[in-house]
């Protein structure tokens, strides 16, 4: 029986390795450059200036304002670390083990850093109450949204 034990680890470093190789190129090199530049202050530490370099890093296609790429749809698309997520006067509550949690995000941009399960992610951004002009990440769940709207992008080369 103990031989079986390990048998979860090899699958789950089999699906993350088999999820790696379809994110998109672009988003492959975003989340590598969130490596190198997580616990950092990006430009000014503003929101917005971690998703400028990171697309400007990679030689993305985008307008340089709000238009990060590809407008994709949670709910019909998949979505991939390294997609910028836009929020727009967004209020989410989220019941922790310290108890109801309200975030408020009047105009902000972060990144997906990981794909925890579909409709559940770890975001990677900066200008923010946990951890202020550095880049930081903290979990997002969009269907914990009360008010606002929240959008994806996908990098386009």
């Excluded at 836009?86 to 105009?107: A, C, H, M, P, W």
């Excluded at 579909?118 to 903290?138: D, L, T």
Aim: hydrophobic share 40%; aromatic share 12%.
């Amino acid at each position: 029986m103990k031989r079986f034990r390990f048998i979860p680890l090899l699958l789950a470093i089999f699906f993350n390795t088999a999820v790696f190789a379809q994110i998109p190129g672009a988003n492959q090199k975003i989340v590598k450059y969130l490596d190198e530049v997580m616990g950092t202050k990006v430009g000014r530490g503003e929101c917005w200036d971690l998703a400028h370099d990171a697309l400007d890093g990679v030689g993305a296609q985008w307008d340089h304002a709000y238009g990060f790429g590809k407008l994709v749809d949670p709910d019909k698309d998949t979505i991939y670390p390294g997609d910028i997520i836009r929020f727009n006067n967004v209020v989410i509550k989220s019941q922790t083990d310290k108890g109801l949690v309200t975030e408020t995000y009047g105009e902000h941009t972060a990144i997906v850093y990981e794909v925890l399960e579909p409709g559940k992610y770890r975001i990677a951004h900066q200008n923010n109450g946990f951890s202020g002009k550095k880049v930081g990440v903290s979990t997002l769940i969009p269907a914990n949204k009360k008010s606002g709207k929240i959008r994806f992008y996908r990098p386009v080369l």
